[in-house]
């Protein structure tokens, strides 16, 4: 496979030299000559020096035949030009534009590119799957007056109550589960209602024994 690869950043040289490693056959274009001498001094012949928005450097550096071309350059609006050139001109059936702005993400999947890459995107995307998985409790309404708090969290995998009847969980005092909401179903609890995966819990608990009760249902207490 030949693979263009346009930016000559940090980005674009560790993954020219991963794909080399790998024995596949590449380009890297970079505009910046002082860089391009540096990357010589490495990574030899596959660098070439010039601008590849400008649709003759993409020929010169063999876009015709490129499989795939990777814009890695710290510019979305060159990256989207780049494929965009490389796509419509040559004919290169797959491209990949580096997004550093999150919101241009729609816009280039809306302009034909193939895959649009936010690297902030997936470190979000990574972040809010973690949150999932270990779940968090959120404060639905508080009573001030009377110091009460309700509350509901998703009961996780790991969680420590998962599994657990209420009868078998020593919960914070003057803290109490009102109800679990499971699929479309919402259950009164009592003392054999077991915890699963999934269950939503409301639960009551007094201000200040919110770190207590998250504990309890997330965290290390049991």
Do not use: W
Request: aromatic letters at 4%.
């Amino acid at each position: 496979m030949f693979i263009l690869i346009a930016g000559g950043g940090k980005l674009g040289y560790y993954l020219a030299k991963a794909l080399l490693h790998g024995g596949q056959e590449i380009a890297l274009i970079e505009k910046n000559r002082e860089i391009v001498e540096k990357l010589e001094e490495e990574l030899g012949s596959i660098v070439v020096q010039g601008d590849a928005c400008d649709p003759e450097v993409l020929g010169n550096s063999g876009a015709e035949r490129a499989d795939l071309i990777a814009a890695v350059t710290g510019d979305d609006e060159d990256n989207l030009v780049i494929c965009q050139v490389a796509k419509q001109k040559f004919h290169v059936s797959f491209t990949i534009a580096r997004v550093n702005n999150p919101s241009n993400e729609e816009i280039f999947k809306r302009l034909g590119i193939d895959a649009p890459v936010s690297s902030t995107s997936i470190i979000l995307a990574m972040i809010e799957d973690e949150i999932a998985q270990r779940g968090v409790m959120t404060s639905l309404l508080i009573f001030r007056q009377a110091g009460i708090e309700i509350v509901e969290t998703k009961i996780h995998k790991d969680a420590p109550v998962t599994g657990k009847a209420l009868r078998d969980l020593t919960l914070p005092e003057q803290c109490t589960v009102a109800m679990v909401m499971r699929g479309a179903d919402a259950i009164i609890p009592d003392g054999n209602t077991v915890l699963h995966e999934g269950d939503t819990v409301i639960a009551l608990a007094k201000i200040e024994r919110f770190n207590e009760l998250k504990d309890m249902l997330m965290g290390t207490a049991v």
